[in-house]
């Protein structure tokens, strides 16, 4: 029989309340720093699937909506995220791509109406750092090359098994292990839009306060081809070029710089129709509970928008057990309290902004170039965060 991966006694010999975080991404660290675990019953085991290096270190665009939720969270952590943020007041520049030149259609500002009138850009690199640097003792070290292959109920527990044979017996567990200088100087301090009429758009976005850029690349494919997953994730450059037709020579030139460097071609996907976000013991975060699209750079502000929802929920009540006589019967009906406050306070908002992100693919890469037509579902993402202010 394989070994458990942590032992649940106290030094005292006292059982403790053990929950486990399944992933050691963005959201999986943040729900690690801020909600409150610190209580003498409670112990914390974070596991992730994949071992050191991680995945490349791509870049998050935070409006002010993730300000305003983190805020509400935890004022202090989203202070240092403000400060280590890339601002600008130009959110994006839209141009309209064509063979002969580019036609920038509008240089987006925040509205004047918010209470914050940046945009922020950060890498995923840096915000891990962030985020690890304001990790609570209590966490413990993460537990790499643990990829989970089934939970098991037993009793009013729950055994994680995983991949390398070995499990692990906890009492909750939150699933955040998500789905399935050719640009010039204005790049500095903004973001742009290249969008074509041919199914295809590029964004440039800059990170690491500047020092450099991202760009992202997206490309639509015909529906037969979308089960067809077993394609390499570095193509030849021409078969790339190929999804881009009508380009500019800047686009072209932006292409070629991308290929010359690191690149990956990522397969994207969404969730449609959003499940339950919660179930007895489980609850999830981030993609692994609204998977999106990156139309409207929205994934991860919505992931930040639930945990921030959840944590004031868990907070209020996992502090008003006493340290003294609390039960797991007493901590579980908190985390199922918190999970289903939570649940119905964020999927509704969750579900619009996966149908939003979805439906902004199209506006992109179908020639739409009426800038109310292609800014208005951005208007409603950065103000629907501002009932938690």
């Known amino acids: 029989m394989a070994n458990k991966d942590c032992n ?33 019953r409670i112990e914390l085991v974070q596991y992730e699937a ?20 983190l805020r509400a969270a935890d004022a202090a952590l989203a202070a240092k995220l403000e400060r280590a943020c890339l601002l600008g007041p130009s959110w994006m520049k839209w141009w309209h791509s064509a063979a002969a030149e580019d036609c920038m259609l509008a240089d987006v500002h925040m509205p004047d109406n918010m209470a914050s009138k940046v945009h922020g850009w950060i890498g995923r690199e840096a915000l891990l750092e962030l985020l690890d640097a304001n990790m609570p003792t209590k966490a413990g070290p993460l537990k790499y090359g643990k990829q989970l ?21 906890v009492d909750a567990v939150f699933g955040c292990d998500g789905i399935h200088s050719a640009v010039g100087e204005e790049f500095v301090r903004g973001q742009y839009m290249f969008i074509g009429t041919k199914g295809w758009h590029v964004l440039v976005f800059p990170i690491e306060q500047g020092r450099s850029i991202n760009i992202a690349s997206f490309c639509f494919e015909p529906e037969r081809q979308k089960n067809d997953l077993g394609r390499p ?9 190929a999804y881009f037709p009508g380009r500019s020579e800047r686009v072209d030139t932006l292409l070629n710089l991308m290929m010359d460097h690191t690149y990956q071609r990522l397969e994207l996907f969404h ?10 013991n489980v609850t999830t975060f981030g993609d692994a509970a609204n998977a999106m ?22 907070n209020a009540r996992i502090q008003a057990l006493p ?11 908190v985390f199922r309290d918190a999970s289903r406050a939570y649940e119905a306070a964020h999927r509704p908002l969750a579900q619009k902004i996966v149908r939003f992100s979805q439906e902004q693919q199209h506006r992109w890469g179908g020639g739409v170039t009426d800038y109310d037509v292609l800014a208005e579902r951005f208007h ?5 965060a501002d009932d938690m202010a």
């Not at 527990?157 to 017996?169: M, V």
């Not at 929205?298 to 944590?311: E, H, P, R, W, Y």
């Open 233 to 241: 994730p570095r193509p030849t450059k021409e078969s790339i070029l």
């Open 149 to 169: 292959t089934g939970i098991e109920e037993v009793g009013d527990s729950l055994e994680l098994y995983f991949e390398d044979g070995t499990k692990d017996h």
């Open 8 to 40: 649940n006694e106290t030094d005292g010999g006292g059982k403790k309340y053990r929950i486990a975080i399944i992933g050691s991404g963005p959201i999986g660290k943040l729900l690690a720093c801020t909600a409150d675990l610190s209580h003498p």
């Open 271 to 280: 969730l449609g129709e959003l499940g339950a976000f919660t179930n007895r």
């Open 323 to 333: 340290a003294d006589d609390t039960t797991d019967s007493d901590i579980t009906r």
């Open 50 to 69: 994949e071992t050191p290096p991680l995945r490349p270190g791509f870049g998050y665009g935070l409006g002010p909506q993730v300000l305003c939720a």
């Open 380 to 384: 409603f993402l950065w103000h629907c």
């Open 293 to 314: 699209t990156p139309h409207m750079a929205g994934s991860m502000s919505t992931g930040i928008i639930g945990v921030a929802k959840f944590v004031r929920e868990w």
